[in-house]
T-cell receptor, first 113, second 115 residues
Framework: GQQVMQIPQYQHVQEGEDFTTYCNSSTTLSNIQWYKQRPGGHPVFLIQLVKSGEVKKQKRLTFQFGEAKKNSSLHITATQTTDVGTYFCAGRDSGGGADGLTFGKGTHLIIQP | KAGVTQTPRYLIKTRGQQVTLSCSPISGHRSVSWYQQTPGQGLQFLFEYFSETQRNKGNFPGRFSGRQFSNSRSEMNVSTLELGDSALYLC??????????????FGPGTRLTVL
């Protein structure tokens, strides 16, 4: 079945440093989504990318979808303590999505003040 | 609009018992998906329902089942509970079927502990 790998598993940064998490799928995706989960909370939708090579920005967050629609990245500029949490990518196979929405295991962002 | 609600929020069961979890989607949303979240395996897809029909099913044993009602509310059932079923069970709703728009709005989850 479809697999979505996400790296790194953990990332420690100093407040103000940048942060990037990467997502790679074993199959071509119809779309990629990103979610954030705060400690003790539930995943919250951030964005969806659909087009090959698409780049979207939300304030300090930049999301990219690869040309082959098999990889994606989330970059946070100048991290703040409010960015703490786990960032998940999720994708559906472009062949019909029989596996449902597949989530990466997430990157835990830890920020040291 | 009210968000996705899940009941109960916490549940403690013993091995061999069965459990039913409930999910009420955001008003107007017709698609409901269920996920199991554990520290080791992360978020794993269980099933997806749209208009009372199961559209997709994840790689879980037959002890895990679900259904969706005409008002889009959904339930999932786990029979013959095992220790490994201890997890946070998340329900997510979406306005349409997953292959049309995939944005998932998650509920707070039900924390199931199996002793």
């Amino acid at each position: 079945g479809q697999q979505v790998m996400q790296i790194p598993q953990y990332q420690h940064v100093q407040e103000g440093e940048d942060f990037t998490t990467y997502c790679n799928s074993s199959t071509t995706l119809s779309n990629i989504q990103w979610y954030k989960q705060r400690p003790g909370g539930h995943p919250v939708f951030l964005i969806q990318l659909v087009k090959s090579g698409e780049v979207k920005k939300q304030k300090r967050l930049t999301f990219q979808f690869g040309e082959a629609k098999k990889n994606s990245s989330l970059h946070i500029t100048a991290t703040q303590t409010t960015d703490v949490g786990t960032y998940f990518c999720a994708g559906r196979d472009s062949g019909g999505g029989a596996d449902g929405l597949t989530f990466g295991k997430g990157t835990h962002l830890i920020i040291q003040p | 609009k009210a968000g996705v609600t899940q009941t109960p929020r916490y549940l403690i069961k013993t091995r061999g018992q069965q459990v039913t979890l409930s999910c009420s989607p955001i008003s107007g949303h017709r698609s409901v998906s269920w996920y199991q979240q554990t520290p080791g395996q992360g978020l794993q897809f269980l099933f997806e329902y749209f208009s009372e029909t199961q559209r997709n099913k994840g790689n879980f044993p037959g002890r895990f089942s679900g259904r969706q009602f005409s008002n889009s509310r959904s339930e999932m059932n786990v029979s013959t509970l095992e220790l490994g079923d201890s997890a946070l069970y998340l329900c997510a709703s979406s306005p349409q079927a997953g292959w049309v728009t995939d944005t998932q709005y998650f509920g707070p989850g039900t924390r199931l502990t199996v002793l």
